[in-house]
Protein backbone atom coordinates (compact mmCIF):
# COMPACT_ATOMS: atom_id res chain seq x y z
CA UNK A 1 0.00 0.00 0.00
CA UNK A 2 1.07 3.93 -0.61
CA UNK A 3 2.45 5.24 2.39
CA UNK A 4 2.88 9.01 3.77
CA UNK A 5 6.01 10.74 4.65
CA UNK A 6 4.63 14.15 5.74
CA UNK A 7 5.21 14.34 9.63
CA UNK A 8 2.14 15.39 11.59
CA UNK A 9 3.69 18.02 13.45
CA UNK A 10 4.82 19.49 10.12
CA UNK A 11 0.53 19.49 9.39
CA UNK A 12 -0.56 20.49 12.81
CA UNK A 13 1.94 23.65 12.16
CA UNK A 14 0.14 24.36 8.61
CA UNK A 15 -3.40 24.30 10.40
CA UNK A 16 -2.36 26.53 13.09
CA UNK A 17 -0.64 29.34 10.91
CA UNK A 18 -3.25 29.27 8.35
CA UNK A 19 -6.61 27.78 9.28
CA UNK A 20 -7.92 30.92 10.06
CA UNK A 21 -6.91 33.10 6.96
CA UNK A 22 -8.09 29.77 4.79
CA UNK A 23 -11.53 30.49 6.26
CA UNK A 24 -11.27 34.45 5.99
CA UNK A 25 -10.06 33.67 1.78
CA UNK A 26 -13.50 31.37 1.42
CA UNK A 27 -15.06 34.33 2.29
CA UNK A 28 -13.99 36.52 0.19
CA UNK A 29 -11.65 34.79 -2.85
CA UNK A 30 -10.70 38.44 -3.98
CA UNK A 31 -9.27 39.28 -1.26
CA UNK A 32 -5.27 39.02 -0.52
CA UNK A 33 -3.30 35.62 -0.49
CA UNK A 34 -3.14 34.65 2.88
CA UNK A 35 -1.44 31.11 2.35
CA UNK A 36 -0.01 29.32 -0.61
CA UNK A 37 -1.01 26.36 -2.42
CA UNK A 38 1.85 24.48 -0.67
CA UNK A 39 0.58 25.37 2.66
CA UNK A 40 -3.19 24.49 1.94
CA UNK A 41 -2.78 21.68 -0.01
CA UNK A 42 -1.72 18.87 2.55
CA UNK A 43 -4.67 20.60 4.63
CA UNK A 44 -7.44 20.13 2.34
CA UNK A 45 -6.45 16.47 1.52
CA UNK A 46 -6.49 15.51 4.66
CA UNK A 47 -10.17 17.54 5.42
CA UNK A 48 -11.06 15.75 2.31
CA UNK A 49 -9.82 11.81 3.88
CA UNK A 50 -11.99 12.94 7.02
CA UNK A 51 -14.86 13.67 5.58
CA UNK A 52 -14.77 10.51 3.65
CA UNK A 53 -13.75 8.76 6.42
CA UNK A 54 -16.35 9.73 8.71
CA UNK A 55 -19.51 11.26 7.55
CA UNK A 56 -21.75 8.18 6.52
CA UNK A 57 -21.97 6.49 9.70
CA UNK A 58 -26.13 6.48 9.35
CA UNK A 59 -25.44 4.85 5.88
CA UNK A 60 -24.23 1.95 7.36
CA UNK A 61 -26.94 0.96 9.02
CA UNK A 62 -29.19 1.55 5.58
CA UNK A 63 -26.15 -0.64 3.63
CA UNK A 64 -26.66 -3.44 6.47
CA UNK A 65 -23.33 -2.79 8.44
CA UNK A 66 -24.01 -1.86 11.62
CA UNK A 67 -27.00 -1.77 14.48
CA UNK A 68 -27.45 -0.01 17.73
CA UNK A 69 -26.35 -1.65 21.05
CA UNK A 70 -28.17 -3.19 23.68
CA UNK A 71 -29.16 -0.87 26.38
CA UNK A 72 -28.83 2.75 24.07
CA UNK A 73 -30.99 4.68 22.51
CA UNK A 74 -32.26 4.27 18.66
CA UNK A 75 -31.31 7.06 15.82
CA UNK A 76 -35.00 7.74 15.43
CA UNK A 77 -33.93 8.60 11.83
CA UNK A 78 -31.95 6.14 10.87
CA UNK A 79 -33.75 3.55 12.52
CA UNK A 80 -37.39 4.22 11.02
CA UNK A 81 -36.10 6.24 7.80
CA UNK A 82 -38.37 9.38 8.94
CA UNK A 83 -35.41 11.66 8.00
CA UNK A 84 -35.32 15.40 8.02
CA UNK A 85 -33.40 18.42 6.93
CA UNK A 86 -30.76 18.00 9.29
CA UNK A 87 -29.84 14.46 8.58
CA UNK A 88 -26.37 14.28 7.43
CA UNK A 89 -26.56 18.71 6.71
CA UNK A 90 -23.17 19.00 8.54
CA UNK A 91 -21.65 16.67 5.43
CA UNK A 92 -22.89 19.29 3.25
CA UNK A 93 -21.02 22.18 5.18
CA UNK A 94 -17.65 20.30 5.48
CA UNK A 95 -17.92 19.06 1.43
CA UNK A 96 -18.24 22.94 0.41
CA UNK A 97 -16.10 24.14 3.30
CA UNK A 98 -13.14 22.00 1.51
CA UNK A 99 -13.95 22.71 -1.81
CA UNK A 100 -13.78 26.15 -0.90
CA UNK A 101 -10.01 25.41 -0.05
CA UNK A 102 -9.83 23.23 -2.89
CA UNK A 103 -11.06 26.09 -5.05
CA UNK A 104 -8.54 28.27 -3.56
CA UNK A 105 -5.71 25.87 -4.53
CA UNK A 106 -6.29 26.05 -7.79
CA UNK A 107 -6.82 29.68 -8.26
CA UNK A 108 -3.62 29.97 -6.27
CA UNK A 109 -1.90 27.66 -8.84
CA UNK A 110 -3.07 28.87 -11.68
CA UNK A 111 -1.99 32.32 -11.27
CA UNK A 112 1.49 31.28 -9.79
CA UNK A 113 2.47 28.60 -12.26
CA UNK A 114 2.35 25.37 -10.02
CA UNK A 115 0.55 23.52 -12.34
CA UNK A 116 1.15 20.30 -10.08
CA UNK A 117 -1.54 21.97 -7.22
CA UNK A 118 -3.35 22.94 -9.95
CA UNK A 119 -3.99 19.08 -11.24
CA UNK A 120 -4.30 18.39 -7.94
CA UNK A 121 -7.25 20.56 -6.89
CA UNK A 122 -9.05 19.83 -9.68
CA UNK A 123 -9.00 16.27 -8.92
CA UNK A 124 -9.88 16.76 -5.16
CA UNK A 125 -12.86 19.33 -6.20
CA UNK A 126 -14.15 16.54 -8.46
CA UNK A 127 -14.07 13.83 -5.39
CA UNK A 128 -15.44 16.34 -3.15
CA UNK A 129 -18.33 17.46 -5.68
CA UNK A 130 -19.42 13.70 -6.39
CA UNK A 131 -20.17 13.44 -2.62
CA UNK A 132 -22.86 15.83 -2.95
CA UNK A 133 -24.25 15.12 -6.18
CA UNK A 134 -24.47 11.64 -5.08
CA UNK A 135 -26.59 12.42 -1.68
CA UNK A 136 -28.19 15.77 -2.74
CA UNK A 137 -28.67 15.41 -6.61
CA UNK A 138 -28.37 18.97 -7.99
CA UNK A 139 -26.68 21.30 -6.04
CA UNK A 140 -24.91 24.60 -6.62
CA UNK A 141 -21.90 24.13 -8.93
CA UNK A 142 -21.29 26.84 -11.35
CA UNK A 143 -21.68 29.52 -9.27
CA UNK A 144 -20.55 27.88 -6.11
CA UNK A 145 -17.59 29.13 -4.05
CA UNK A 146 -18.09 32.62 -4.40
CA UNK A 147 -18.05 33.89 -0.99
CA UNK A 148 -19.60 37.00 -0.55
CA UNK A 149 -19.61 37.68 -3.92
CA UNK A 150 -22.55 35.04 -4.92
CA UNK A 151 -24.69 34.17 -1.07
CA UNK A 152 -27.57 32.69 -3.29
CA UNK A 153 -25.82 30.44 -6.01
CA UNK A 154 -28.49 28.58 -8.44
CA UNK A 155 -28.31 24.84 -8.33
CA UNK A 156 -26.99 22.65 -11.07
CA UNK A 157 -28.58 19.58 -12.53
CA UNK A 158 -26.30 16.62 -11.21
CA UNK A 159 -26.05 15.23 -14.89
CA UNK A 160 -24.34 18.35 -16.09
CA UNK A 161 -22.09 18.63 -12.91
CA UNK A 162 -20.95 14.75 -13.10
CA UNK A 163 -20.44 15.42 -17.10
CA UNK A 164 -18.10 18.55 -16.12
CA UNK A 165 -16.19 16.90 -13.85
CA UNK A 166 -15.10 14.35 -15.66
CA UNK A 167 -13.91 17.48 -18.47
CA UNK A 168 -12.19 18.63 -15.50
CA UNK A 169 -10.30 15.09 -14.19
CA UNK A 170 -9.31 15.22 -17.89
CA UNK A 171 -7.69 18.33 -17.74
CA UNK A 172 -5.87 17.43 -14.64
CA UNK A 173 -4.93 14.50 -16.27
CA UNK A 174 -2.84 17.04 -19.21
CA UNK A 175 -1.76 18.60 -16.68
CA UNK A 176 0.27 15.60 -15.13
CA UNK A 177 1.16 14.52 -18.16
CA UNK A 178 2.66 17.82 -19.10
CA UNK A 179 6.44 18.29 -19.51
CA UNK A 180 6.06 21.35 -18.02
CA UNK A 181 4.85 20.10 -14.73
CA UNK A 182 7.77 18.54 -13.87
CA UNK A 183 10.21 21.00 -15.33
CA UNK A 184 8.61 23.81 -13.47
CA UNK A 185 8.47 21.95 -10.08
CA UNK A 186 10.72 20.30 -8.14
CA UNK A 187 8.42 17.12 -8.11
CA UNK A 188 10.86 15.73 -5.53
CA UNK A 189 10.02 18.38 -2.86
CA UNK A 190 6.87 19.14 -3.42
CA UNK A 191 5.06 15.50 -3.19
CA UNK A 192 5.99 15.23 0.49
CA UNK A 193 3.72 18.43 0.90
CA UNK A 194 0.94 16.59 -0.66
CA UNK A 195 -0.26 13.77 1.15
CA UNK A 196 -0.69 11.55 -1.45
CA UNK A 197 1.87 8.67 -3.07
CA UNK A 198 4.74 10.40 -1.55
CA UNK A 199 6.27 7.19 -0.75
CA UNK A 200 7.38 7.23 -4.60
CA UNK A 201 10.41 10.04 -3.72
CA UNK A 202 13.84 8.41 -4.15
CA UNK A 203 16.76 11.03 -3.64
CA UNK A 204 18.44 9.07 -6.01
CA UNK A 205 16.49 9.25 -9.10
CA UNK A 206 14.75 12.17 -8.97
CA UNK A 207 13.40 12.19 -12.04
CA UNK A 208 12.16 8.75 -12.08
CA UNK A 209 10.55 9.62 -8.62
CA UNK A 210 8.73 12.45 -10.58
CA UNK A 211 7.14 10.83 -12.90
CA UNK A 212 6.39 8.02 -11.16
CA UNK A 213 5.12 9.96 -8.94
CA UNK A 214 2.52 12.25 -11.60
CA UNK A 215 1.53 8.71 -13.30
CA UNK A 216 0.00 7.75 -9.82
CA UNK A 217 -1.94 11.14 -10.08
CA UNK A 218 -2.63 10.32 -13.40
CA UNK A 219 -3.98 7.07 -12.38
CA UNK A 220 -6.52 8.27 -9.51
CA UNK A 221 -7.56 11.14 -11.61
CA UNK A 222 -8.61 7.71 -14.55
CA UNK A 223 -10.64 5.83 -11.14
CA UNK A 224 -12.29 8.69 -10.23
CA UNK A 225 -13.43 9.25 -13.47
CA UNK A 226 -14.46 5.41 -14.04
CA UNK A 227 -16.31 5.93 -10.71
CA UNK A 228 -18.26 8.64 -12.33
CA UNK A 229 -18.92 7.19 -15.21
CA UNK A 230 -19.94 3.42 -14.27
CA UNK A 231 -22.03 5.04 -11.92
CA UNK A 232 -24.32 6.28 -14.82
CA UNK A 233 -24.54 2.40 -16.22
CA UNK A 234 -28.84 2.19 -15.39
CA UNK A 235 -29.41 5.43 -17.24
CA UNK A 236 -28.53 4.36 -20.89
CA UNK A 237 -25.87 6.18 -21.48
CA UNK A 238 -23.84 3.46 -22.46
CA UNK A 239 -21.97 5.16 -25.66
CA UNK A 240 -20.75 8.24 -23.53
CA UNK A 241 -19.32 6.05 -21.13
CA UNK A 242 -17.71 4.00 -23.99
CA UNK A 243 -16.13 7.07 -25.72
CA UNK A 244 -14.86 8.94 -22.33
CA UNK A 245 -13.20 5.72 -21.37
CA UNK A 246 -12.03 4.59 -24.91
CA UNK A 247 -8.92 3.29 -25.28
CA UNK A 248 -8.05 3.35 -21.08
CA UNK A 249 -6.53 -0.32 -19.81
CA UNK A 250 -6.27 -1.82 -16.45
CA UNK A 251 -3.08 -0.13 -16.14
CA UNK A 252 -4.36 3.74 -16.56
CA UNK A 253 -6.24 3.04 -12.87
CA UNK A 254 -5.16 2.35 -9.24
CA UNK A 255 -4.21 -1.40 -9.08
CA UNK A 256 -3.01 -3.94 -6.80
CA UNK A 257 -0.95 -2.13 -3.74
CA UNK A 258 -1.84 1.63 -5.11
CA UNK A 259 -4.32 3.02 -2.13
CA UNK A 260 -4.50 6.03 -2.15
CA UNK A 261 -3.96 6.54 1.65
CA UNK A 262 -3.13 9.77 3.94
CA UNK A 263 -1.31 9.83 6.87
CA UNK A 264 -0.03 12.89 7.96
CA UNK A 265 1.79 11.20 10.95
CA UNK A 266 -1.05 10.20 13.17
CA UNK A 267 -0.37 9.37 17.01
CA UNK A 268 -2.15 8.38 20.28
CA UNK A 269 -1.56 11.83 21.24
CA UNK A 270 -4.46 13.65 21.59
CA UNK A 271 -5.80 15.54 19.09
CA UNK A 272 -3.85 13.42 16.57
CA UNK A 273 -5.75 10.35 16.49
CA UNK A 274 -6.40 8.88 12.91
CA UNK A 275 -9.86 10.59 11.88
CA UNK A 276 -11.70 6.94 11.94
CA UNK A 277 -10.44 5.96 14.76
CA UNK A 278 -11.04 9.19 17.01
CA UNK A 279 -14.65 9.12 15.68
CA UNK A 280 -15.00 6.08 18.07
CA UNK A 281 -12.93 6.79 20.90
CA UNK A 282 -12.58 10.03 22.84
CA UNK A 283 -8.46 9.68 23.04
CA UNK A 284 -6.31 6.67 22.69
CA UNK A 285 -8.19 3.27 24.17
CA UNK A 286 -10.60 5.61 26.04
CA UNK A 287 -13.82 4.56 23.75
CA UNK A 288 -16.82 6.75 23.17
CA UNK A 289 -20.30 6.48 22.74
CA UNK A 290 -20.45 6.15 19.00
CA UNK A 291 -17.82 2.97 19.93
CA UNK A 292 -20.27 1.86 22.68
CA UNK A 293 -23.57 2.07 20.94
CA UNK A 294 -22.47 0.63 17.37
CA UNK A 295 -22.31 -2.99 16.69
CA UNK A 296 -22.59 -5.35 13.93
CA UNK A 297 -25.60 -5.87 12.40
CA UNK A 298 -27.41 -9.58 12.29
CA UNK A 299 -27.16 -9.62 8.74
CA UNK A 300 -23.42 -8.85 8.41
CA UNK A 301 -22.31 -11.22 10.59
CA UNK A 302 -24.57 -14.08 9.50
CA UNK A 303 -23.49 -13.40 5.68
CA UNK A 304 -19.62 -13.23 6.74
CA UNK A 305 -20.06 -16.49 8.84
CA UNK A 306 -22.23 -18.00 6.11
CA UNK A 307 -19.64 -17.01 3.44
CA UNK A 308 -16.81 -18.20 5.51
CA UNK A 309 -15.65 -15.36 5.23
CA UNK A 310 -12.46 -14.73 7.16
CA UNK A 311 -12.29 -10.43 6.88
CA UNK A 312 -15.35 -10.86 9.48
CA UNK A 313 -12.62 -10.72 12.16
CA UNK A 314 -11.28 -7.44 10.54
CA UNK A 315 -14.64 -5.88 10.31
CA UNK A 316 -15.92 -7.01 13.66
CA UNK A 317 -14.50 -8.03 17.00
CA UNK A 318 -16.43 -10.72 18.86
CA UNK A 319 -17.57 -9.86 22.53
CA UNK A 320 -15.62 -11.66 24.98
CA UNK A 321 -18.68 -13.35 26.55
CA UNK A 322 -20.03 -14.86 23.10
CA UNK A 323 -19.33 -18.05 21.90
CA UNK A 324 -19.63 -16.88 18.17
CA UNK A 325 -20.24 -13.02 16.09
CA UNK A 326 -23.88 -11.75 16.98
CA UNK A 327 -25.25 -8.69 15.86
CA UNK A 328 -28.59 -7.04 16.12
CA UNK A 329 -31.06 -6.74 13.98
CA UNK A 330 -31.42 -2.86 12.38
CA UNK A 331 -34.62 -1.88 13.76
CA UNK A 332 -34.99 -4.12 17.14
CA UNK A 333 -35.88 -1.28 19.71
CA UNK A 334 -33.53 -3.53 22.30
CA UNK A 335 -30.81 -4.87 20.57
CA UNK A 336 -28.90 -8.12 21.06
CA UNK A 337 -26.98 -8.17 24.39
CA UNK A 338 -23.03 -9.28 23.73
CA UNK A 339 -23.28 -8.03 19.51
CA UNK A 340 -19.76 -7.83 18.04
CA UNK A 341 -18.01 -4.73 18.45
CA UNK A 342 -16.69 -2.39 15.00
CA UNK A 343 -13.86 -4.69 14.62
CA UNK A 344 -10.35 -3.67 16.25
CA UNK A 345 -8.12 -4.22 13.58
CA UNK A 346 -9.93 -1.73 11.80
CA UNK A 347 -9.80 1.12 13.95
CA UNK A 348 -5.97 1.76 14.22
CA UNK A 349 -4.91 4.92 16.18
CA UNK A 350 -2.02 5.77 13.77
CA UNK A 351 -2.78 4.04 11.11
CA UNK A 352 -3.45 6.05 7.30
CA UNK A 353 -7.28 7.75 6.56
CA UNK A 354 -8.76 6.72 3.44
CA UNK A 355 -8.76 8.43 -0.09
CA UNK A 356 -9.62 5.61 -2.07
CA UNK A 357 -8.89 1.81 -2.42
CA UNK A 358 -7.24 -0.26 -4.60
CA UNK A 359 -9.84 -2.87 -3.76
CA UNK A 360 -12.42 -0.04 -4.87
CA UNK A 361 -10.59 0.62 -7.78
CA UNK A 362 -10.32 -3.00 -8.82
CA UNK A 363 -14.09 -3.61 -8.41
CA UNK A 364 -14.92 -0.60 -10.74
CA UNK A 365 -12.28 -2.00 -13.21
CA UNK A 366 -14.37 -5.56 -12.89
CA UNK A 367 -17.81 -3.91 -13.78
CA UNK A 368 -16.67 -1.81 -16.46
CA UNK A 369 -15.02 -4.65 -18.43
CA UNK A 370 -18.37 -6.76 -17.57
CA UNK A 371 -20.26 -3.90 -19.36
CA UNK A 372 -18.07 -3.50 -22.08
CA UNK A 373 -17.25 0.18 -20.95
CA UNK A 374 -13.29 -0.90 -21.37
CA UNK A 375 -11.43 -4.12 -22.67
CA UNK A 376 -10.05 -6.39 -19.91
CA UNK A 377 -10.44 -9.55 -18.29
CA UNK A 378 -13.63 -8.85 -15.96
CA UNK A 379 -12.87 -12.37 -14.27
CA UNK A 380 -9.19 -11.32 -13.59
CA UNK A 381 -10.03 -7.96 -12.03
CA UNK A 382 -12.77 -9.51 -10.34
CA UNK A 383 -10.35 -11.51 -8.15
CA UNK A 384 -7.58 -8.93 -8.26
CA UNK A 385 -10.33 -7.04 -6.58
CA UNK A 386 -11.18 -9.73 -3.73
CA UNK A 387 -7.03 -9.77 -3.22
CA UNK A 388 -7.04 -6.33 -2.48
CA UNK A 389 -9.76 -6.29 -0.06
CA UNK A 390 -8.01 -9.57 1.71
CA UNK A 391 -4.44 -7.62 1.41
CA UNK A 392 -6.02 -4.46 2.94
CA UNK A 393 -7.45 -5.97 6.13
CA UNK A 394 -3.90 -8.17 6.58
CA UNK A 395 -5.33 -11.77 5.28
CA UNK A 396 -4.08 -11.94 1.82
CA UNK A 397 -3.07 -15.67 2.14
CA UNK A 398 -6.40 -16.43 2.38
CA UNK A 399 -8.15 -14.96 -0.62
CA UNK A 400 -7.76 -17.70 -3.09
CA UNK A 401 -9.39 -20.11 -0.78
CA UNK A 402 -11.96 -17.98 -0.42
CA UNK A 403 -12.17 -17.71 -3.94
CA UNK A 404 -12.67 -21.26 -4.88
CA UNK A 405 -15.49 -21.53 -2.88
CA UNK A 406 -18.10 -23.52 -4.51
CA UNK A 407 -20.46 -20.49 -3.94
CA UNK A 408 -22.17 -18.79 -6.97
CA UNK A 409 -22.03 -15.60 -4.76
CA UNK A 410 -17.87 -16.28 -4.65
CA UNK A 411 -16.84 -18.07 -7.36
CA UNK A 412 -16.78 -16.77 -10.63
CA UNK A 413 -17.29 -19.30 -12.79
CA UNK A 414 -20.46 -20.42 -10.73
CA UNK A 415 -22.18 -16.86 -11.03
CA UNK A 416 -24.97 -16.64 -13.42
CA UNK A 417 -25.12 -12.63 -12.70
CA UNK A 418 -21.39 -11.63 -12.90
CA UNK A 419 -22.87 -7.73 -11.97
CA UNK A 420 -24.51 -9.13 -8.94
CA UNK A 421 -21.52 -10.89 -8.09
CA UNK A 422 -19.04 -8.17 -8.54
CA UNK A 423 -21.64 -5.87 -6.68
CA UNK A 424 -22.18 -8.05 -3.91
CA UNK A 425 -18.43 -8.96 -3.23
CA UNK A 426 -17.47 -5.10 -3.06
CA UNK A 427 -20.20 -4.74 -0.53
CA UNK A 428 -17.95 -7.48 1.73
CA UNK A 429 -15.23 -5.58 1.29
CA UNK A 430 -15.61 -2.00 1.61
CA UNK A 431 -17.43 -2.28 4.91
CA UNK A 432 -16.93 0.74 6.80
CA UNK A 433 -14.25 1.64 4.26
CA UNK A 434 -16.22 3.83 1.50
CA UNK A 435 -20.20 3.54 2.54
CA UNK A 436 -21.71 6.37 0.26
CA UNK A 437 -19.64 3.47 -2.29
CA UNK A 438 -21.61 0.49 -1.02
CA UNK A 439 -24.92 3.31 -0.27
CA UNK A 440 -24.91 4.23 -3.61
CA UNK A 441 -24.05 0.71 -5.92
CA UNK A 442 -27.49 -0.45 -3.19
CA UNK A 443 -29.82 2.55 -4.90
CA UNK A 444 -28.00 1.59 -8.50
CA UNK A 445 -28.44 -1.67 -8.63
CA UNK A 446 -30.40 -3.22 -5.74
CA UNK A 447 -27.73 -5.53 -4.75
CA UNK A 448 -27.05 -6.79 -2.37
CA UNK A 449 -30.65 -7.47 -0.98
CA UNK A 450 -30.27 -6.35 2.36
CA UNK A 451 -32.99 -6.47 4.81
CA UNK A 452 -34.95 -3.05 5.72
CA UNK A 453 -35.40 -2.05 9.65
CA UNK A 454 -37.84 -3.81 11.69
CA UNK A 455 -38.07 -0.82 14.11
CA UNK A 456 -42.45 -1.01 14.46
CA UNK A 457 -42.29 3.03 13.44
CA UNK A 458 -40.26 2.58 10.43
CA UNK A 459 -41.79 3.40 7.11
CA UNK A 460 -41.00 0.75 5.15
CA UNK A 461 -38.40 1.92 2.55
CA UNK A 462 -34.93 3.74 2.20
CA UNK A 463 -34.27 6.87 1.34
CA UNK A 464 -32.57 7.51 -2.11
CA UNK A 465 -31.79 11.32 -1.37
CA UNK A 466 -31.36 13.40 1.23
CA UNK A 467 -33.25 17.12 1.76
CA UNK A 468 -31.40 19.97 1.69
CA UNK A 469 -30.07 21.27 4.82
CA UNK A 470 -32.62 24.08 6.24
CA UNK A 471 -29.84 26.14 6.14
CA UNK A 472 -30.09 26.21 2.05
CA UNK A 473 -33.49 26.28 2.44
CA UNK A 474 -33.86 29.47 5.04
CA UNK A 475 -30.77 31.31 3.33
CA UNK A 476 -31.22 30.24 -0.54
CA UNK A 477 -34.74 29.98 -0.67
CA UNK A 478 -35.62 30.73 -4.09
CA UNK A 479 -33.05 28.24 -5.56
CA UNK A 480 -33.60 25.64 -3.92
CA UNK A 481 -37.16 25.84 -4.72
CA UNK A 482 -36.65 26.24 -8.56
CA UNK A 483 -34.51 22.90 -7.84
CA UNK A 484 -37.81 21.22 -7.26
CA UNK A 485 -39.50 19.27 -4.55
CA UNK A 486 -37.42 16.46 -3.08
CA UNK A 487 -39.33 13.52 -1.93
CA UNK A 488 -36.45 11.04 -0.07
CA UNK A 489 -38.48 7.93 -1.48
CA UNK A 490 -38.88 9.12 -5.21
CA UNK A 491 -36.83 12.05 -6.14
CA UNK A 492 -33.92 9.89 -6.93
CA UNK A 493 -30.53 11.78 -8.37
CA UNK A 494 -30.05 11.31 -11.78
CA UNK A 495 -27.76 8.22 -11.82
CA UNK A 496 -30.12 5.84 -9.76
CA UNK A 497 -33.13 5.11 -12.28
Same mark, same amino acid.
Given at each position: ????????????????????????????????????????????????? +??????????????????????????????? !?????????????????????????????????????????????????????????????????????????????????????????????????????????????? /??? &??? #???????????????????????????????????????????????????????????????????????????????????? !?????????? !???????????????????? +??????? /?????? &??????????????????????????????????????????????? +???????????????????? /???????????????????????????????????????????????????? +???? !???????????????????? #?????????????????????? #?????????
Amino acid at each position: MRRIVLSFAVLTTLLVSCKKDLLDINQDPNRATYSTPQLTTPIAIENAA +RISNTSYFGLAFWTGYWATSNGFAKPVETYT !YNITSTFNSGTWDALYNNLADFDYIEKQATAQSFPLYQGIAKVMKAYDYHQLVDLWGDVPYTEALQGANNLAPKYDKGQMIYDDLVKQLDSAILIFKMPATAGSINVPLE /QEK &TLL #FTDILDVNDPEASSAAYLQMWVKFANTLKLKLLVQQSQINRDAYIKEELQGLTPADFLGLGEDALVNPGYSTAAAQLNPYYGAF !YKSYQSSGDN !YNSTVASDYAVTTYSNYNDP +RIAYFYT /QDPGAT &TYLGSVFGDPTGTAKAATVGAPSLNATGPAIIMTATESLFLQAEAAQ +RGYISADASQLYRDAVLASF /QFTGMESDAEAYLDQANPDINWDMATDKIKLIITQKWFALNGIDILAVYNDL +RRTG !YPNVPLSTDPNSLGKMPVRL #FYPQRETLLNTANVSAAGNVDV #FTSTVFWDK
